[in-house]
Protein backbone atom coordinates (compact mmCIF):
# COMPACT_ATOMS: atom_id res chain seq x y z
CA UNK A 1 0.00 0.00 0.00
CA UNK A 2 1.32 3.44 -0.71
CA UNK A 3 0.02 6.67 0.64
CA UNK A 4 0.16 9.71 -1.29
CA UNK A 5 0.00 13.55 -0.18
CA UNK A 6 0.32 16.43 -2.44
CA UNK A 7 0.96 19.99 -1.66
CA UNK A 8 1.75 23.53 -3.12
CA UNK A 9 -1.44 23.70 -5.67
CA UNK A 10 -2.52 27.22 -5.30
CA UNK A 11 -3.81 30.82 -6.72
CA UNK A 12 -1.44 32.16 -9.50
CA UNK A 13 -1.05 35.02 -12.60
CA UNK A 14 -0.65 33.39 -16.01
CA UNK A 15 2.98 33.33 -16.96
CA UNK A 16 4.01 32.92 -12.66
CA UNK A 17 5.19 29.72 -11.84
CA UNK A 18 4.23 26.94 -8.72
CA UNK A 19 6.35 23.66 -7.42
CA UNK A 20 3.97 21.04 -6.35
CA UNK A 21 5.36 18.37 -3.92
CA UNK A 22 3.98 14.74 -3.28
CA UNK A 23 5.16 12.72 -0.36
CA UNK A 24 5.04 8.85 -0.02
CA UNK A 25 4.76 6.56 2.53
CA UNK A 26 3.90 3.39 2.89
CA UNK A 27 5.58 0.07 0.53
CA UNK A 28 9.21 1.27 -0.77
CA UNK A 29 8.97 4.42 -2.85
CA UNK A 30 12.16 4.00 -5.10
CA UNK A 31 10.77 1.02 -7.00
CA UNK A 32 7.94 2.59 -8.42
CA UNK A 33 7.48 4.91 -11.58
CA UNK A 34 5.57 8.42 -10.33
CA UNK A 35 3.67 10.49 -12.23
CA UNK A 36 1.62 13.50 -12.33
CA UNK A 37 -2.45 14.07 -13.98
CA UNK A 38 -4.65 16.65 -13.90
CA UNK A 39 -8.45 17.13 -14.40
CA UNK A 40 -10.04 20.31 -15.32
CA UNK A 41 -13.82 21.09 -14.39
CA UNK A 42 -16.01 18.93 -16.97
CA UNK A 43 -12.78 17.46 -18.35
CA UNK A 44 -11.76 13.84 -17.70
CA UNK A 45 -8.49 13.11 -15.96
CA UNK A 46 -5.64 13.85 -17.96
CA UNK A 47 -1.68 12.29 -18.28
CA UNK A 48 0.66 15.39 -17.19
CA UNK A 49 4.33 13.82 -16.77
CA UNK A 50 6.08 10.62 -15.63
CA UNK A 51 9.37 9.87 -14.04
CA UNK A 52 10.86 6.79 -13.52
CA UNK A 53 12.09 4.71 -10.50
CA UNK A 54 15.35 6.31 -10.31
CA UNK A 55 14.52 9.74 -11.98
CA UNK A 56 16.48 9.10 -15.17
CA UNK A 57 13.73 9.27 -17.68
CA UNK A 58 10.82 11.24 -18.04
CA UNK A 59 7.78 12.08 -19.89
CA UNK A 60 5.74 14.83 -20.77
CA UNK A 61 2.44 15.72 -22.09
CA UNK A 62 2.74 18.00 -25.12
CA UNK A 63 0.70 20.31 -23.99
CA UNK A 64 3.14 21.09 -20.83
CA UNK A 65 6.39 19.78 -22.42
CA UNK A 66 8.97 22.64 -22.53
CA UNK A 67 7.64 24.24 -19.61
CA UNK A 68 6.87 21.94 -16.30
CA UNK A 69 9.45 19.32 -14.93
CA UNK A 70 8.95 16.28 -13.28
CA UNK A 71 11.63 14.81 -10.64
CA UNK A 72 11.88 13.07 -7.69
CA UNK A 73 13.84 12.49 -4.71
CA UNK A 74 14.07 9.18 -3.20
CA UNK A 75 15.94 9.83 0.16
CA UNK A 76 13.18 12.08 0.90
CA UNK A 77 10.08 9.39 -0.92
CA UNK A 78 8.81 12.67 -2.84
CA UNK A 79 7.78 14.19 -6.11
CA UNK A 80 8.04 17.06 -7.45
CA UNK A 81 6.24 18.65 -10.40
CA UNK A 82 7.95 22.59 -11.18
CA UNK A 83 5.46 24.16 -13.59
CA UNK A 84 6.58 27.34 -15.68
CA UNK A 85 5.27 29.83 -17.79
CA UNK A 86 1.72 29.12 -16.40
CA UNK A 87 -1.65 29.58 -18.31
CA UNK A 88 -4.90 29.47 -17.12
CA UNK A 89 -5.72 25.91 -19.57
CA UNK A 90 -3.03 24.72 -16.79
CA UNK A 91 -5.89 25.29 -14.37
CA UNK A 92 -6.84 21.97 -12.92
CA UNK A 93 -6.86 19.72 -9.59
CA UNK A 94 -3.52 17.82 -10.00
CA UNK A 95 -3.18 14.20 -8.97
CA UNK A 96 0.02 12.49 -7.78
CA UNK A 97 0.12 9.20 -8.83
CA UNK A 98 2.61 5.73 -7.69
CA UNK A 99 3.15 2.61 -9.61
CA UNK A 100 2.85 4.22 -12.90
CA UNK A 101 2.15 1.67 -16.10
CA UNK A 102 2.25 2.62 -19.03
CA UNK A 103 -0.29 0.39 -21.57
CA UNK A 104 -1.33 1.24 -25.43
CA UNK A 105 -0.54 4.70 -24.81
CA UNK A 106 -2.31 5.56 -22.02
CA UNK A 107 -0.71 5.93 -18.53
CA UNK A 108 -2.44 4.95 -15.59
CA UNK A 109 -1.11 4.72 -11.69
CA UNK A 110 -2.38 2.12 -9.06
CA UNK A 111 -2.47 4.57 -6.63
CA UNK A 112 -3.26 8.07 -6.07
CA UNK A 113 -3.28 10.92 -3.75
CA UNK A 114 -6.48 13.37 -2.98
CA UNK A 115 -5.32 15.96 -5.18
CA UNK A 116 -3.91 19.66 -5.52
CA UNK A 117 -5.34 22.53 -7.00
CA UNK A 118 -3.86 24.73 -9.08
CA UNK A 119 -5.69 27.92 -10.58
CA UNK A 120 -3.97 30.39 -13.23
CA UNK A 121 -5.88 33.81 -13.66
CA UNK A 122 -5.25 35.17 -16.91
Known amino acids: QVQLVESGGGLVQAGGSLRLSCAASGRTFSSAAMGWFRQAPGKEREFVAA????????DYSNSVKGRFTISRDNAKNTVYLQMNSLKPEDTAVYYC???????????????WGQGTQVTVSS
Open 97 to 111: AADLRYYSGTYSGNY
Open 51 to 58: VSRTGGNT
